[in-house]
């Protein structure tokens, strides 16, 4: 066995094929690829990469394969690939590649790339992709999750997504093609979503992070239209590579001095028609808007009740009153250069009269 050193983790043990997998240029790769994007500029020690989170969503997989008694090591290996098809700048460049029709998305892209990955392995990308062990990554309480939010938690230095993942790990079970939790996982299962709520309007929500992701998506666009970077560059340079050959872009060149645009106004979601009636003439005047994602998916987990199988929100106030607290929180932002603020700020106001 190979072993690395992991500081979420622990001691991580790496079968021989899962270390020539590793050792690939196409999985090294993810090395230069941060997984928080420009959120560094924020939160300083946010340098962590796509490759330690693959690591960890590899451990996870096999430790809930384990207890589910399915194949541990082909969970492993779902995990360790599950994030390959990342490109620059992680989410903000994969918007960028969507935007441009380069890429449909990362897990399609992942799909490609997992194939050259894969070869003389034991496994085939139908075989991980179509498997059982690969929904072991995705559900509300999956590998992946589990991973990124203790990994981010950890390298921003914030508290909010160290969640027991060894009391969810030891409460999961499996009936047909459900994978759910038993009653004594709803604690951990609340605990989990709590965090996972805090981590999004702490770190990955906060408006300073949100007008450095605007300007690097921007950055992108520019650099793509104008020649400096290609969609190889996005796919193989990594995002250090990639920002230096976009000097001479505005934007790109703001980014590196952290000369940040600052929020100009706070829309609130319900008027998000209107504001992108005058996105375009907002874009012309150098300012740059963002619009809310979707915090709360339709992934919250199984809880066992009675026999039945109920979701948790039906189980938990607390976790069904998450999704009222994003509506308010979760808002359209504008930015723009600190002298035009006042500016922007009238326009946007003019216009939502």
């Given at each position: 066995m ?11 043990e ?17 090395h ?14 946010a ?18 394969a384990e207890?589910?008694?399915l ?23 994969e ?7 380069l890429?449909?998305?990362h ?8 194939k050259?990955?894969?070869e003389?392995?034991?496994y ?9 062990e690969a929904?072991?990554c ?14 981010d938690a ?7 997504g ?5 009391a969810?790990?030891?409460h ?11 009653k ?7 605990s ?24 690097i998506?921007e950055?992108l666009r ?11 560059d ?9 920002l230096?050959k ?24 319900s ?7 005058i996105?375009?003439?907002l874009h012309?005047?150098g300012?740059l ?11 919250s ?9 109920v ?12 999704r ?9 932002v504008?930015?723009?250069?600190s002298?035009?603020v006042?500016?922007?700020k009238r326009?946007?106001e003019?216009?939502l009269?």
């Amino acid at each position: 066995m190979i072993e690395i050193k992991d500081p979420v983790w622990g001691l991580l043990e790496l079968s021989k094929e899962e270390n020539n997998i590793i050792d690939r240029e196409l999985f090294q790769r993810l090395h230069f690829i941060r997984q928080l994007s420009t959120t560094y500029l924020v939160y300083p020690g946010a340098m962590h990469t796509r490759y330690g989170h693959s690591l960890g969503t590899m451990f996870l997989a096999g430790k809930i394969a384990e207890k589910l008694s399915l194949d541990v090591e082909r969970a492993r290996m779902y995990g360790l690939l599950h994030d390959i098809g990342h490109v620059a700048f992680s989410h903000d460049g994969e918007a960028v590649l969507i935007e441009k029709r380069l890429i449909k998305d990362h897990e399609e892209l992942g799909k490609k790339l997992m194939k050259e990955v894969l070869e003389d392995s034991t496994y085939t990308v139908g075989e991980l992709t179509r498997s059982k062990e690969a929904k072991l990554c995705y559900t509300g309480i999956g590998a992946d999750r589990l991973d990124y939010l203790r990994r981010d938690a950890y390298y921003c230095g914030v508290s909010f997504g160290f969640n027991e993942y060894d009391a969810l790990i030891g409460h999961v079970g499996q009936r047909r093609s459900s994978i759910y939790l038993t009653k004594g996982g709803l604690g951990p299962a609340e605990s989990l979503y709590v965090s996972r709520y805090m981590m999004f309007f702490s770190v990955y929500l906060h408006r300073t992070v949100r007008i450095a992701g605007m300007m690097i998506k921007e950055a992108l666009r520019e650099g793509l239209d104008r020649g400096n970077i290609s969609f190889e560059d996005m796919l193989y340079l990594g995002d250090d590579s990639v920002l230096h050959k976009l000097r001479g872009v505005e934007v790109a060149d703001r980014l590196m001095r952290r000369e940040l645009y600052k929020q100009a106004i706070l829309v609130s979601r319900s008027r998000s028609e209107e504001v992108k009636e005058i996105e375009e003439e907002l874009h012309k005047m150098g300012a740059l808007v963002s619009y809310p994602g979707k915090v709360s998916k339709d992934d919250s987990p199984l809880i066992e009740e009675g026999g039945k199988l109920v979701k948790l929100e039906g189980l938990s106030p607390i976790v069904a009153s998450l999704r009222e607290g994003e509506k308010l929180r979760n808002n359209i932002v504008v930015a723009c250069e600190s002298r035009k603020v006042k500016l922007i700020k009238r326009m946007v106001e003019k216009a939502l009269r």
